[in-house]
């Protein structure tokens, strides 16, 4: 069973330069959601998608850019990278938003912004 | 604003027991999480209360008190492989989950 799925595992990337990060599920969840984890802080959302079709803003939106054409996929842009985008990204996902529907994560992706 | 406060980190003795509390300050409340993350991978989910009290599970218990904003994660006859992070989440109003900074728990011999 994969769950979920996230590509690459680690990347570096030169400030400046756009970077697409894919996350990819086969629970047929509906809600996604992309993360960002940095030491000392807790998981902070960045996107998220209740449905295919949809996308919302987190608490750290900005300097990233989602889509959600369908239910499995829900990639994460950086247009164009700076140093603060120097983290490890989680992709997630659950049943619903509501309920006790727990979250499930991708393995991460550690991506490093020169 | 939206807080979730625990302990930075905590050390215990294997085979014992270890309590780790999480205190929180969100706009509503729909339900509180606890996950655990090893090292360099991803968290997994340990529990969920939304009502008051204690809900255990094997070794691990979760109690929750609304009127007070707080919870506790329990840990019974601790093994090494315990050693990991242990997240604190609280879904708000919004249904958006709060995640406190983790714990990180150290097991000893």
């Known amino acids: 069973t994969a769950g979920i799925t996230q590509a690459p595992t680690s990347q570096i990337l030169a400030a400046g330069r756009s970077m697409t990060l894919r996350c990819t599920q086969d629970m047929r969840h509906n809600a996604m959601y992309w993360y960002r984890q940095d030491l000392g802080l807790g998981l902070r959302l960045i996107h998220y998608s209740n449905t295919a079709g949809t996308t919302g803003k987190g608490e750290v939106p900005d300097g990233y850019s989602v889509s959600r054409a369908n239910t499995d996929d829900f990639p994460l842009t950086l247009a164009s990278a700076v140093p603060s985008q120097t983290s490890v990204y989680f992709c997630?996902?659950?049943?619903?938003?509501?309920?006790?529907?727990?979250?499930?994560f991708g393995e991460g992706s550690r991506l490093t912004v020169l | 604003g939206q807080n979730i406060d625990q302990p930075t980190e905590m050390t215990a003795t294997e085979g014992a027991i270890v309590q780790i509390n999480c205190t929180y300050q969100t706009s509503g409340f729909n339900g509180l999480f606890w996950y655990q993350q090893h090292a360099g991978e991803a968290p997994t989910f340990l529990s969920y209360n939304v009502l008051d009290g204690l809900e255990e599970k094997g070794r691990f218990s979760s109690f929750l008190s609304r009127s007070k904003g707080y919870s506790y994660l329990l840990l019974k006859e601790l093994q090494m492989k315990d050693s990991a992070s242990y997240l604190c989440a609280v879904r708000d109003s919004n249904y958006q989950l709060i995640w406190g900074a983790g714990t990180k728990l150290i097991i000893k011999p």
């Open positions: 997630a996902s659950s049943d619903s938003m509501g309920g006790p529907g727990e979250l499930f």
